[in-house]
């Protein structure tokens, strides 16, 4: 009988003495789901010490009232999120003082994705700002980043739903097109940022209340700083040079007629080969592309006949070029080493690699690349015609 | 006073082999007058109205003869035909007087001449002849013969042998046990007419007196296990033994585990099924439910229609029972640790709909989840007690009611509900009532330490469950065998069951004697 009694007696201290450790109801929680960080505007930082590195960072959270009654649903949609704004020096000083003013504490294990703002990534270190996101394990390393050309606040603004979804939707947009760089989390921005090594990151744009992903932020490596924007066109030839572009239409023109041939993309593979002859380095990239004749304005076009198709590819292949072309003349300007060439040379020239990594970026500039491209049309699709006989 | 073993009704012989009960000393023996054995059986059971004594004469003779019986009991029929009728008319013609003089011939030549009832027995005990009486036999004194014949004229109404409502089968027979003993024994020798299924008698109560059955298969069973299982059944020490549940309790091994230690069914062919796998069964007269013995936890989620399905929906059909187990018990407890522990761990999505919708509920998720699932029992229960077209409304009524009417209150959150009724649902998928039971009772305690500390509570109670069942044992037999101890062998017939021509062995668990199913070619 004593058994049962302490038994008993373990029974009570758990249920009564214990409490619920570290429990909260899921709708008493502040669900944090996007991050926007800006230099904070020098009215708004007047009273803060180092009030010009002052950062405002904005959060959206989800707001948790349904709608009452069903006339509220009816007249129109609530919103759906919240976004709070704090500005201070350190990112943690900024997130705890909401807990000064909302009635539910912050809660970061659902924050999908970081915007940095462009003021903020040209003169501060990204390392030093998304230290803390990085470092706490509330947040996960599948939170996505981006940078916005103005302010960040304003793309968890736009006339969506829930923006933050909005922007993480259309990131993983790739097999659509090619004008979108794969995304980058948290995780591989601070691998990449460890490693000393140039990254990109996708860039926003909004105007008005609506997002466009048409830009690329050069990081320069080192120094984490924002140092230029690749557009639409030079992130399709990265694409295309990296090996990375896994759907999307490349527009060319028919040599013959000048009309229109939209090759689709299914795959796309590159083989960068480095050669070093004494201190002369030189690249070398193939690349071998299969895709389908999605669409075509060539009114003569005959899809049936392997001359047309042949011509198709060839039109492709030129425009790639040109895109390719655009894309390197940038990236050796700003001396950003993003496609992989310096991991190749260092694969193939390891000895070299330890001599020559310190100036590689002003290198890269210099240095000579020569292109290959080869794209085969698989098929196309459904629909050909006969040529017109002349 | 014990359950004592009275015979072997192996061979379907009456031989009476019960010992005289030393312990006995006040019982009186039969004497040669038939007036003060009257007396003596008046004076026990005499106040009775429906005890009826009927006294004539031996044919022509002036000997004097009794019948005692209880109506009700008996098949009156049978005493008037076979017994009073051959005694008063038949004898006269063909005894002659001087036999009377000679009593042991007198009651050898009754026995063997004149009673035309096929069971027959002489007692001399005046106890064990009161007993019989009012077992429903009757009892044939005889002037100057010194023991009393009790003739086996018992005959009562029986529920006759209907589909077994607490476990209906799709695929299988549909006979099930009723309440008769004699026809509950009928249906196991019908279904395994081999000379290696015994029975064993046993008196149960010692004021119920109720007759027991422990059946086995001679030279499949093993020994130990039936030694085991007989030194139990003579421990039992109630003067009462209504139902099987009350042999269940004495013989159990563990009687604080919620994990029920025999198997109860109200099947034929599962109780066929068992012998046959070594194990033990015990049949209790007056109630539908035998005892197999013994089980393990992987038999609490199995039907005998996996085996008369074909062997792959079988073993998905028991895989799912495995599945609807786990919701059954985890389920709520993991709803709760998500909600209020773990909100990472939900997809984004979700949890803010969940948030939503949880949005203006006034309980925590611990008590929104004890409250619901007690409501969810109590509407289970209200249903089971009622009488069948009432217990529906209480279930519709009640569903409802708390389904649609709790949440528009804003007393509990839809997803709750949902939660609910799918562990309800899953714990009605598990064949066994006792042991859906038995998960349904864990769930509230998984619940309370996912209240406490989330999924580590859950964890912690997992183990805590683990560990007891590895501990468990059901007559020997360790309770999640094959699983631990390890055999694979007994793999084949756990979580999958494979084709039964691959089951070649009996259950290496039961260590039985002959452990081969299949004696032919192979």
């Known amino acids: 009988m004593y058994r049962f009694r302490y038994l008993i007696l373990i029974i009570c201290f758990c249920l009564f003495l214990t409490g619920c450790w570290d429990s909260h109801d899921i709708e008493q929680l502040n669900i944090h789901v996007g991050t926007a960080l800006d230099k904070a505007s020098s009215s708004t930082s007047n009273g803060k010490q180092q009030s010009k590195n002052a950062i405002k960072l904005t959060t959206q959270s989800i707001f948790n009232t349904q709608p009452t009654t069903e006339s509220d649903q009816a007249n129109q949609e609530p919103q759906k999120y919240i976004n709070i704004s704090g500005v201070g020096n350190s990112i943690i000083e900024i997130v705890q003082s909401f807990s000064q003013e909302n009635e539910h504490p912050s809660y970061g294990q659902h924050l999908k994705v970081i915007v940095i703002g462009e003021a903020l990534a040209k003169t501060m270190n990204i390392g030093e700002i ?84 048409n830009r690329a932020a050069l990081i320069k490596g080192g ?114 080493d993003v496609a992989g060439f310096n991991e190749q040379f260092r694969i193939h020239y390891p000895k070299e690699w330890k001599r020559m990594k310190k100036d590689w970026d002003k290198r890269f500039s210099h240095v000579p690349i020569t292109y290959h491209i080869h794209t085969t049309i698989r098929d196309y699709m459904v629909k050909g015609r006969k040529e017109i006989s002349k | ?64 003869a009794a019948i005692v019986y209880v109506d009700g009991l008996v098949d009156k029929d049978l005493i008037q035909d076979q017994i009073l009728k051959s005694m008063i008319y038949d004898l006269s013609s063909i005894y002659s007087e001087e036999q009377l003089s000679d009593h042991d011939h007198l009651k050898d030549w009754v026995n063997n ?99 027991l059955l422990l059946v086995y298969m001679e030279g499949i069973t093993n020994p130990d296990l039936l030694m085991i299982v007989k030194k139990r059944l003579e421990k039992f020490d109630l003067d009462l033994a209504l139902e099987s549940g009350y042999i269940e309790q004495f013989i159990q091994d563990d009687h604080f585990s919620l994990f029920p230690q025999v198997q109860s069914t109200e099947r034929p062919d599962r109780v066929i099924a068992a012998l046959t796998e070594g194990r033990v069964a015990i049949l209790l007269d007056g109630t539908p439910f035998a005892l197999i013995a013994p089980v393990t936890f992987s038999m609490m989620l199995q039907s005998p229609e996996d085996y008369y399905e074909r062997w792959i929906p079988g073993s998905l059909i028991r ?23 773990h909100q990472g761990l939900i997809p984004t999505k979700l949890a803010i709909s969940i948030a939503a919708t949880r949005e203006g509920v006034p309980f925590p998720s611990l008590i929104e989840a004890l409250l619901m699932e007690t409501a969810i029992e109590v509407l289970r229960e209200a249903g089971l007690r009622l009488p069948r077209p009432v217990g529906q409304t209480v279930g519709l009524v009640g569903g409802l009611v708390v389904g649609e009417a709790a949440v528009k209150a804003g007393i509990v959150s839809p997803i709750m509900v949902i939660i609910v009724a799918i562990t309800a649902i899953s714990s009605f998928a598990i064949p066994q009532y006792s042991a859906g039971i038995a998960l349904r009772m864990l769930r509230f305690g998984a619940m309370i330490c996912a209240g406490i500390w989330g999924l580590y509570g859950v964890i912690l109670f997992f183990l805590l469950l683990a560990i007891h069942m590895c501990k468990l044992k059901s007559f020997g037999v360790p309770y999640i065998s094959p699983a631990a101890p390890y055999r694979l062998r007994d793999w084949k017939d756990f979580i999958f069951r494979f084709p039964l021509l691959i089951m070649k062995k009996r259950p290496q668990m039961m260590r039985t004697l002959d452990d081969k199913r299949q004696k032919g070619n192979s």
């Open chain 1, 130 to 213: 998304l230290d803390q996101h990085s470092r706490t394990y509330e947040i996960r390393d599948s939170c996505i980043l981006l940078v916005a050309e103005g302010s960040a606040a304003d793309t968890l603004n736009i006339h969506t739903d829930i923006p933050s979804f909005t922007l993480i939707d259309i990131d993983q947009h790739q097999y659509k097109t090619a004008k979108l760089l794969p995304p980058l989390t948290i995780g591989k921005a601070v691998s990449k940022m460890a490693a000393h090594k140039d990254f990109i990151i996708q860039g926003v744009q909004t105007k008005k209340g609506k997002i466009n992903f």
């Open chain 1, 223 to 336: 120094t984490n700083r924002l140092v230029g924007f690749l557009n639409e066109e030079e992130i399709e030839g990265l694409n295309w040079l990296m090996g990375k572009a896994k759907g999307g239409i490349i527009k060319g023109r028919d040599p013959k007629t000048g009309g229109l041939i939209m090759y689709e993309i299914v795959s796309v593979k590159n083989k960068i080969t480095p050669y070093l002859n004494g201190d002369h380095i030189s690249f070398d990239v193939n690349i071998e592309s299969v895709g389908r004749l999605n669409e075509d304005w060539v009114l003569a076009g005959n899809a049936f006949s392997n001359k047309f198709i042949k011509r198709a590819e060839i039109a492709t292949e030129k425009e790639v070029r040109r895109q390719i072309h655009q894309t390197l003349t940038k990236l050796q300007k700003y001396q950003i």
């Open chain 2, 1 to 64: 006073m014990k359950g004592s073993q009275k015979n072997s009704t192996n061979k379907g012989e009456n031989t009476n082999k019960t010992e005289e009960k030393p312990q006995q000393a006040k019982s009186q023996h039969v004497t040669d007058d038939i007036h003060t054995n009257i007396e003596q059986i008046k004076q026990n059971i005499g106040h009775n109205t429906d005890v009826i004594f009927r006294s004539f004469q031996l044919g022509t003779t002036k000997l004097k």
């Open chain 2, 113 to 211: 001449n004149v009673i035309s009832v096929s069971d027959v027995k002489e007692e001399k005990s005046f106890d064990n002849v009161i007993t019989s009486i009012l077992t429903g036999s009757t009892a044939l004194l005889i002037d100057n013969i010194n023991t009393i014949f009790i003739l086996g004229t018992t005959s009562y109404k029986t529920r006759s042998i209907e589909e077994p409502i607490t476990e209906s089968l799709v695929r299988g027979p549909r006979e099930g046990f009723n309440e008769s003993l004699a026809d509950n024994r009928a249906l196991l020798r019908r279904g395994l007419p081999d000379p290696a299924l015994t029975m064993l008698e046993y008196e149960m109560g010692v004021r119920s007196k109720k007759k």
């Open chain 2, 319 to 341: 895989l799912l029972r495995y599945f609807a187990a786990f919701i059954t018990v985890f389920v709520p407890s993991i709803y709760v640790s998500f909600i209020s522990f």
